[in-house]
C-alpha cells in the first residue's frame, strides 16, 4: 500500500526557518517525482515544488523560490523541504504528494499534511 | 502561467442531479488536465487524469471530457459523499497550476 507521510510542520516567526519531511512506503521511491503542495487557510491549492526520481532535478513556484529547497533521500525513501525567510503569508498546510503515471503524471498519492503557521 | 479559471464557484445541487463542472485554460493544455475531489480536513483526491481517464477505484458515474482549454467534470448522479469542492490542474508546463476550485453544495 502507498503511503506518504509529512511532519515538521508548527508555529514559527517571520523570517525564521523550518524543514518539512515526508516519508513514503509501498512504491519504488526512486521511479517517481515527488512534490510540495500546499493549501493557505480556507484557500485554494497552490504547486510550490516538484523534485525529480533519481537525478535530482529541481523546479519552484516562484513565490518560493530562492527560500525554498526541495531535496530527497533514496536510500530512506524520504523527501524534504527546507524554508526559509518565512513569510506570513507561507502559513499553509504543506502536502506531500506523489506524481504518478510514468513518474511525472498527476498527483496520485497525498500526505494528510501538516500545518505550517507563520505568526509573531 | 497557465491560468485554470473554474465555473461556477459554487454549485447548489440536490443528490440524484447531474452536476457539470468547467475548467478553462489560458492556453492550450492539449489533454494533460486532471480534476481532484477534496473534503473538509483530508488531502484531495485524484479522480480524472489526462482529461478523461477515471483513476483507481474512483466511480463510473465520475467523467472528463475536453481537450485544448475547455475541459468538463461531470458527475451523472450526485451522491451524499460527493458533495465536496473539486479543482482542476494542469501539467503541461511549469510552473504546475490549479484552478480556483468550485464547491459542490447540498442545495
Known amino acids: 500500500e502507498v503511503q506518504v507521510l509529512e511532519s515538521g510542520g508548527r508555529l514559527v516567526q517571520p523570517g525564521g526557518s523550518l524543514r518539512l519531511s515526508c516519508s513514503a512506503s509501498g512504491f519504488t521511491f526512486t521511479n517517481y517525482a515527488m512534490c510540495w503542495v500546499r493549501q493557505a487557510p480556507g484557500k485554494g491549492l497552490e504547486w510550490i515544488s516538484c523534485i525529480s526520481g533519481s537525478d535530482g532535478r529541481t523546479y519552484y513556484a516562484d513565490s518560493v523560490k530562492g527560500r525554498f529547497t526541495i531535496s530527497r533521500d533514496n536510500s530512506k525513501n524520504t523527501l524534504d523541504l527546507q524554508m526559509n525567510s518565512l513569510r506570513a503569508e507561507d502559513t499553509a498546510v504543506y502536502y506531500c504528494a506523489r506524481r504518478g503515471g510514468n513518474g511525472w503524471g498527476f498527483f496520485d498519492y497525498w500526505g494528510q499534511g501538516t500545518l505550517v503557521t507563520v505568526s509573531s | ?107
Open chain 2, 1 to 107: 502561467e497557465i491560468v485554470l479559471t473554474q465555473s461556477p464557484a459554487t454549485l447548489s445541487l440536490s443528490p440524484g442531479e447531474r452536476a457539470t463542472l468547467s475548467c478553462r485554460a489560458s492556453q492550450s493544455v492539449s489533454s494533460l488536465l486532471a480534476w481532484y475531489q477534496q473534503k473538509p480536513g483530508q488531502a484531495p483526491r485524484l479522480l480524472i487524469y489526462d482529461a478523461s481517464n477515471r483513476a483507481t477505484g474512483i466511480p463510473a458515474r465520475f467523467s472528463g471530457s475536453g481537450s485544448g482549454t475547455d475541459f468538463t467534470l461531470t458527475i451523472s448522479s450526485l451522491e451524499p459523499e460527493d458533495f465536496a469542492i473539486y479543482y482542476c490542474q494542469q501539467r503541461s508546463t511549469w510552473p504546475l497550476t490549479f484552478g480556483g476550485g468550485t464547491k459542490v453544495e447540498i442545495k
